[in-house]
């Protein structure tokens, strides 16, 4: 496949939650980017802005009242033809994932059966999802676990014949990701990789995470609060509001000129590792619920920059700045050349 040829293309995605007989709520509402080989994109933005409903999304791993009623889902598989995933049948469905797209969900324990040892849940994954219709061995299956498992600096003969509750979380949280590898996926979604663990743990998962991009070159979409490890992992970034993306960009733009108000907050909000300490703000406000959206800007009730036209326009990504291979720097701002994101140093005597 041509790099220049995105992996995943998403166009006009919504993904709505059914909350009554006659309700529905939107928490993804019309989401469109592209993602080319080998990159990483980091989704951030606060919580119940729609980041794990776009990557359950993605993969058609919706909850029972959840669905995607709109949009298209381009990706270029191993074989060099392009589906759309969202027309795939359920059979399809089922090797696409794991054999081409993986994801490690939000919050490591659920995902394990807590009564079967790591090395059987590991045996029946990838008997579940044999590739090619082929039943792997037992030999291939003890050979490709322990594979994985060191691929995540875990030793497999001490992982394999433990249960769950025998590991500690950080191990947990590795084991999952070497379980989403285990079919030699090229896209994985990570849903919160590092959230509670201790600083140290997160630093071993952001290095494994590092590490294997390198060794194995997939393309991958991260999820998270934490802004530091976009910083670090991701090529791109997107942030999130109210089911949007409402602004995208490198790691660069992002983080020393971001344009919409609600990323320029969001990256206020943290301090700096290095340099003077800078005056810190919050967002004032909590987002708007989805059920009951203002028309115009969703953000404008919590922005310093709002209009009178942001009361009846809902803005559309805009270019800022074009670059090739979806690295476009865009966001959702009537007000973006005016958006000022440079931070206040407070000086000396602090
Ligand atoms: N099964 C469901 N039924 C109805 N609404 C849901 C369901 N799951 C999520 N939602 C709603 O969808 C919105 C987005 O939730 P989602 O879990 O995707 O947010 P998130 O950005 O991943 O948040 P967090 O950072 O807390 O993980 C929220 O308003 C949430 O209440
Ligand atoms: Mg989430």
Not at 95 to 103: D, V
Not at 110 to 116: G, I, K, L, Q
Not at 266 to 285: C, F, R
């Amino acid at each position: 496949m041509n790099s220049n040829t995105p992996i995943l293309s998403a166009e006009d995605l919504v993904v709505r939650y059914q909350t009554g007989s006659r309700q529905h709520v939107d928490a993804v509402r019309g989401v469109s980017f592209d993602l080319y080989p080998g990159q990483s994109l980091a989704l951030v933005g606060e919580s119940g802005c729609g980041k794990t409903t776009l990557g359950l999304g993605l993969l058609r791993l919706l909850p029972r009242l959840g669905s995607v009623p709109h949009g298209k889902l381009s990706y270029v598989g191993k074989d060099g033809k392009t589906i759309d995933v969202l027309k795939l049948s359920r059979q399809a469905l089922r090797r696409w994932r794991w054999e081409e797209a993986a994801i490690v969900f939000q919050g490591a324990m659920n995902s394990f059966n807590p009564v079967m040892r790591i090395g059987d849940q590991m045996a029946d994954t990838m008997r579940a999802h044999q590739v090619g219709g082929v039943k792997p061995t037992k030999e291939q299956i003890a050979e490709k676990s322990a594979e994985t498992l060191r691929l995540v600096r875990l030793e497999p003969k001490q992982v394999l014949p433990s249960y769950p509750h025998e590991l500690s979380g950080g191990m947990r949280q590795r084991v999952l990701i070497a379980m989403s590898l285990l079919l030699d996926p090229r896209l994985l979604i990570l849903d919160e990789p590092t959230t509670a663990l201790d600083i140290l743990t997160q630093r071993a998962i952001v290095d494994v995470l590092s590490e294997l991009r390198e060794k194995l070159g997939f393309t991958m979409i991260f999820i998270t609060h934490d802004l530091a490890l976009a910083a670090e992992l991701a090529d791109r970034v997107a942030t999130m509001y109210a089911g949007r993306i409402i602004e995208t960009g490198s790691v660069r733009d992002i983080f020393s000129s971001a344009r919409h108000p609600y990323t320029a907050g969001l990256i206020n909000a943290v301090p700096p590792v290095t340099g003077d300490l800078p005056t810190l703000a919050s967002i004032p406000g909590s987002p708007p619920s989805l059920a009951t959206l203002p028309a115009g800007c969703a953000f404008r009730d919590r922005c310093e920059y709002a209009i009178d036209d942001c009361a009846t326009t809902d803005p559309q990504l805009d270019m800022i700045e074009g670059r090739a291979e979806g690295l476009s720097h865009t966001a959702a701002c009537l007000r973006w050349q005016d958006v000022d994101s440079k931070r206040e140093v407070v000086t000396a005597d602090v």
